[in-house]
């Protein structure tokens, strides 16, 4: 098993390799900073700090009083227990903020995303067929049922209000971040959480208490607190605190009153109830052997020092300084150029020694990739944890049409439709604050053409399963005066209706196509009374 594998799957008993880790992550994550970093950041407030710098103290001092007394669990030689204390655990952000550490490295899951391009297209797939075909918005069912019990001329009304709620609504939607669209803001979002495993929305309001901005949170920089009342954010030399969305609670480390707030949005774990854990996390061996199967090309290629030909000499004597200059050559001048060309003067042909000049081919074929059937594999094992098909990504192995529209209606179906319906409750929580009127729907992949779609929406009216209205609000058409009437056809219009549907129509034009000469084809018209029957 090579190294990488090792050191993430395998169990090491090397102290050596622990301690190289545990700098690692501290580098990383900058919660693990002792409280002698910490406590000059900003964010807070002088009450909070002489708090935390008194229970250092005392825990300190406690440790100190156990080493002196001789409780603190050691052997012979110098050895000695190096179990984490709770004191120990205390003296980094974990234990002052009280936050809880993420069951995997957040960092490395985000590198996953930027390293890997199995995992970048399937996350971009999954994000751009949930949020990033943008949104509308719908009547609400409570609406709904007001809207079947009002008059006509109250309907009308209504509708007119409801339109213009809707742009309303949007104008409201898009003006709550100056810097980006409230889709982009989702895209970023849902990005953290299917390669992080965890999302962060961020809610701020006004002085009045409404809603007057949100934005993202990047994954990594953010933990959740212990009693569930907030998370706590570290960049740089700055210490913010978050409430959980719509909650009133206290500020636990400054004095401001009015910290904003996080909806977070993650990936579900049974073996954790504070963060989520990305699908990547289930092909990680196949992700990790990729990447490490990519390298090894990028070595060979890198490092080869293979020449195209091998020439041979035979009868002639070298000089010190062709001979220095072909060894050279071969040793050095090779490696990373392997198309280079080599001269080297010869001495002429004389009567008792005649040269010989040859070259040999070595590598005259293709130059294949190694691993390429396992490289394919373990991008067929990363897209399977996400659930993506390769028809999303514009594979090569995609050809069959119906097997591509397949894949495609499963992907719907059972990856992007459900995290639509989970995130569109969590957002109207937010919708609900303006207007309980309408409610947001994200716009759906779409797997079915404009003529098909047309055909459909043409039998709900004709047969008066959907007023012409609900159908313009399909195709995001204004409402139109006497829509949410049913459609009445008229005598002829129902009497075709019928006929192309029992396929009377074809019926005739085959019959009369196929009939012998006749008065009927010769008149090309019949007698009153005798033309077709609309039964």
Same mark, same amino acid.
């Given at each position: 098993m090579t190294d990488e594998l090792h050191r993430v799957y395998m169990p090491v008993k090397d102290d050596s390799y622990l301690d190289v880790e545990l700098e690692k992550a501290v580098n990383n994550d900058p919660f693990t900073k002792s409280w002698d970093e910490i406590k000059d950041f900003r964010g807070m407030d002088i009450n909070f700090k002489r708090r935390t710098a008194r229970n250092i103290s005392k825990v300190e001092a406690t440790d100190q009083y156990l080493e002196a007394a001789g409780a603190v669990d050691s052997g012979i030689g110098g050895a000695k227990s190096k179990k984490i204390n709770p004191g120990t655990v205390y003296r980094n952000a974990y234990g002052i903020f009280d936050i809880i550490t993420p069951p995997y490295d957040v960092y490395q899951l985000a590198a996953y995303y930027d390293t890997s391009f199995a995992n970048h297209a399937a996350i971009d797939a999954k994000v751009e067929n949930t949020v990033g075909l943008g949104y509308d918005?719908?009547?609400?069912?409570?609406?709904?049922?007001?809207?079947?019990?009002?008059?006509?001329?109250?309907?009308?009304?209504?509708?007119k209000k409801i339109e213009r709620l809707k742009v309303q609504t949007r104008e409201w939607l898009e003006s709550l971040n100056?810097?980006?669209?409230?889709?982009? /803001?989702?895209?970023?979002?849902?990005?953290?959480?299917?390669?992080?495993?965890?999302?962060?929305?961020?809610?701020?309001?006004?002085?009045?208490?409404?809603?007057?901005?949100?934005?993202?949170?990047?994954?990594?920089?953010?933990?959740?607190?212990?009693?569930?009342?907030?998370f706590v954010q570290i960049i740089g030399n700055k210490v913010v605190y978050f409430r959980n969305f719509r909650q009133n609670n206290p500020n636990p480390i400054s004095d401001d009153p009015r910290p904003n707030e996080i909806i977070h949005i993650k990936e579900y774990s049974p073996l954790n109830t504070f963060y989520g854990v990305p699908d990547i996390v289930s092909a990680l061996p196949s992700l990790v052997g990729d990447q490490l199967a990519s390298q090894y090309n990028i070595?060979?290629?890198?490092?080869?020092?293979?020449?195209?030909?091998?020439? /041979?000499?035979?009868?002639?004597?070298?000089?010190?300084?062709?001979?220095?200059?072909?060894?050279?050559?071969?040793?050095?001048?090779?490696?990373?150029?392997?198309?280079?060309?080599?001269?080297?003067?010869?001495?002429?042909?004389?009567?008792?020694?005649?040269v010989e000049f040859k070259m040999e081919p070595i590598e005259n074929g293709i130059q294949d990739g190694s691993f390429k059937e396992y490289r394919k594999q373990n991008r067929d094992d990363i897209l399977i944890a996400h659930q993506v098909p390769l028809s999303k990504l514009g594979g090569s192995d995609a050809?069959?049409?119906?097997?591509?529209?397949?894949?495609?209606?499963?992907?719907?179906?059972?990856?992007?439709?459900?995290?639509?319906?989970?995130?569109?409750?969590?957002?109207?929580?937010?919708?609900?604050?303006?207007?309980?009127?309408?409610?947001?729907?994200?716009?759906?992949?779409?797997?079915?053409?404009?003529?098909?779609?047309?055909?459909?929406?043409?039998?709900?009216?004709?047969?008066?399963?959907?007023?012409?209205?609900?159908?313009?609000?399909?195709?995001?058409?204004?409402?139109?005066?006497?829509?949410?009437?049913?459609?009445?056809? /008229?005598?002829?219009?129902?009497?075709?209706?019928?006929?192309?549907?029992?396929?009377?129509?074809?019926?005739?034009?085959?019959?009369?196509?196929?009939?012998?000469?006749?008065?009927?084809? /010769?008149?090309?018209?019949?007698?009153?009374?005798?033309?077709?029957?609309?039964?």
């Open positions: 918005f719908a009547v609400s069912d409570k609406t709904t049922l007001k809207l079947e019990a009002a008059t006509e001329d109250q309907l009308a009304k209504a509708r100056e810097d980006e669209s409230f889709t982009e /803001t989702l895209e970023k979002v849902f990005t953290d959480v299917h390669a992080v495993g965890n999302g962060f929305l961020e809610i701020g309001r006004t002085t009045f208490g409404q809603i007057g901005y949100i934005g993202h949170i990047p994954a990594t920089t953010v933990r959740v607190r212990r009693l569930h009342d907030g070595d060979y290629f890198s490092n080869k020092a293979v020449p195209r030909y091998v020439v /041979t000499l035979k009868g002639a004597q070298l000089s010190a300084e062709a001979e220095d200059k072909m060894f050279r050559f071969l040793q050095t001048g090779l490696k990373g150029q392997n198309h280079r060309t080599l001269y080297i003067p010869l001495p002429g042909d004389s009567d008792q020694n005649k050809s069959n049409i119906a097997a591509a529209l397949s894949q495609d209606r499963t992907f719907k179906e059972q990856v992007a439709r459900p995290a639509q319906r989970n995130l569109e409750k969590v957002l109207n929580k937010i919708i609900r604050e303006k207007t309980d009127v309408i409610e947001l729907k994200f716009n759906e992949l779409t797997l079915t053409d404009e003529t098909a779609q047309s055909q459909i929406l043409e039998r709900y009216v004709r047969n008066q399963i959907m007023m012409p209205n609900e159908a313009r609000d399909v195709i995001n058409l204004p409402q139109r005066a006497g829509g949410d009437k049913p459609f009445e056809m /008229t005598s002829r219009s129902a009497t075709d209706a019928r006929a192309n549907t029992n396929q009377n129509r074809n019926r005739d034009s085959e019959r009369t196509a196929n009939q012998s000469d006749g008065t009927a084809t /010769t008149t090309g018209r019949n007698a009153q009374g005798e033309g077709r029957s609309s039964e």
